[in-house]
């Protein structure tokens, strides 16, 4: 568990780093991966959770890396790796829907031509398909059927448990909508936290400012798309 944790960081590194063009950006963004103490100690034990994250940073390395050279080389890696995240957890869905949408925005927006647009997402695609079905054997038997299933059950998992919060015992069915954001203030060292509100505010406005066109370099794109992963889920 900790090694694929240390391929996550690894992948976070190489990210950072491409996107910013610096080294020291990319050990900057590792830092704060591998100095969050919530996330670091549960890099031991933790197969479900740590496991989902490190196979996220390697799909978002490998998305990155496709939007970038647009190779099918890329897409393969990309679609292998993508439908690796979506196996150990259906919630890796997310993965090919900014992948896809932000492919799409490209065309419109002018920056790749129709016939290699449809070669590349066609191959990431078909990649994708083939690798979600084949190291998932639950699909095997009905693959749309048993895929529909496991995806509604996870966005309404059943667990009728109670939880500590804020001083009192919370049925789980019934957590107040500022959970969520309080469990990321009391696990995350607050640096970190205002590091991130500065960035999402700085996106933000970049998207403003860029009016019409949702990006108008490399850069800016993954910002975006980073924000919308972080957000959207």
Excluded at 96 to 117: C, E, H, I, K
Excluded at 176 to 198: E, K, Q, R
């Amino acid at each position: 568990t900790f090694l694929f944790f240390a391929l996550g960081v690894a992948a976070v590194y190489q990210t950072a780093r491409s996107v910013r063009g610096s080294r020291l950006m990319g050990l900057a963004a590792a830092l704060v991966l591998v100095l969050s103490p919530r996330i670091f100690g549960e890099s031991f034990f933790n197969s479900k959770d740590i496991g989902f994250m490190a196979a996220c940073a390697m799909a978002i390395f490998t998305m990155e890396r496709f939007l970038r050279t647009r190779t099918l080389a890329s897409a393969v890696l990309h679609g292998l790796v993508t439908a690796f995240a979506i196996d150990i957890r259906v919630m890796g869905v997310v993965m090919p829907a900014v992948t896809l949408g932000a492919s799409v925005v490209l065309l419109m927006q002018g920056d790749l031509r129709p016939a290699r647009w449809l070669s590349a997402v066609g191959t990431y695609l078909l990649t994708l398909l083939v690798y979600v079905y084949a190291l998932f054997p639950y699909l095997w038997p009905h693959p749309v059927d048993n895929f529909l299933s496991v995806f509604a059950n996870m966005s309404r998992f059943r667990w009728s448990g109670e939880v500590l919060y804020l001083g009192e015992f919370v049925l789980a069915e019934q957590l107040p909508w500022h959970y969520i954001p309080v469990w990321i203030g009391v696990t995350t060292p607050l640096p970190f936290t205002a590091f991130m509100l500065l960035g999402a505010g700085l996106t933000g406005l970049g998207l403003l400012r860029s009016r019409w066109r949702l990006w108008t370099d490399h850069t800016q794109m993954m910002d975006l798309i980073c924000l919308a992963l972080l957000v959207g889920p």
